[in-house]
T-cell receptor, first 112, second 114 residues
Framework: DQQVKQNSPSLSVQEGRISILNCDYT??????FLWYKKYPAEGPTFLIS?????DKNEDGRFTVFLNKSAKHLSLHIVPSQPGDSAVYFC???????????FGTGTRLKVLA | NAGVTQTPKFQVLKTGQSMTLQCAQD?????MSWYRQDPGMGLRLIHY???????DQGEVPNGYNVSRSTTEDFPLRLLSAAPSQTSVYFC?????????????FGEGSRLTVL
């Protein structure tokens, strides 16, 4: 049973436009959510996170939105750049468990 | 500025062989974990540890053993490798506090079991 789901395996966006990556979860005990970016042959790198007490967190071009009632979060990248082309994973954890569950990833391609 | 170091980066095994993937971190992080990445499956948690002497199972623990005798090291053992264990393995760590909950990942170890 997949507790964290990324239903779009891939996404293509034109440079300069907005990229929106989505993530759904089923476990209502998750209280921390993170987004990671991964290039081929490298380890995942942290992008941005959000606590369940918030509904939005911004860091430069990256914004994460959390809708707890819908058990849904999204990552917005504005404006998208070719260097953003990578696989994006969302992850979630329960408070105090230090156990992170990841989604299956979305491959973003930003077209120049 | 090492961070999380994994060795080896590449390994080919025959079915039934054993091996250990090494993971070391120099950030004094209490939490360490192992993930495997497979096409279409994302990153799946194998085992994790919240401190020296403490380990627990993740989503896909079968076929793997771990131990945590020091804060710095968290080796992953395959006692009898199977082709289904062909994957890319990532070690990750984090501290107990912090504002972001960020996990720091190693660069990965690609394992092929023939």
């Amino acid at each position: 049973d997949q507790q964290v789901k990324q239903n779009s395996p891939s996404l293509s966006v034109q440079e300069g436009r907005i990229s929106i990556l989505n993530c759904d979860y089923t476990n209502s005990m998750f209280d921390y959510f993170l987004w990671y970016k991964k290039y081929p042959a490298e380890g995942p790198t942290f992008l941005i996170s959000i606590s369940s007490i918030k509904d939005k967190n911004e860091d430069g071009r990256f914004t994460v939105f959390l809708n707890k009632s819908a058990k849904h979060l999204s990552l917005h990248i504005v404006p998208s750049q070719p260097g953003d082309s990578a696989v994006y994973f969302c992850a979630a954890s329960e408070e105090g468990t230090y156990k992170y569950i990841f989604g299956t990833g979305t491959r973003l391609k930003v077209l120049a | 500025n090492a961070g999380v170091t994994q060795t080896p980066k590449f390994q080919v095994l025959k079915t039934g062989q054993s091996m250990t993937l090494q993971c070391a971190q120099d950030m004094n992080h209490e939490y360490m974990s192992w993930y495997r990445q497979d096409p279409g499956m994302g990153l799946r948690l194998i085992h994790y540890s919240v401190g020296a002497g403490i380990t627990d199972q993740g989503e896909v623990p079968n076929g793997y053993n771990v131990s945590r005798s020091t804060t710095e090291d968290f080796p992953l053992r395959l006692l009898s490798a199977a082709p289904s264990q062909t994957s890319v393995y990532f070690c990750a760590s984090r501290n107990r506090g912090g504002d972001t909950g960020e996990l720091f990942f190693g660069e990965g170890s690609r394992l092929t079991v023939l």
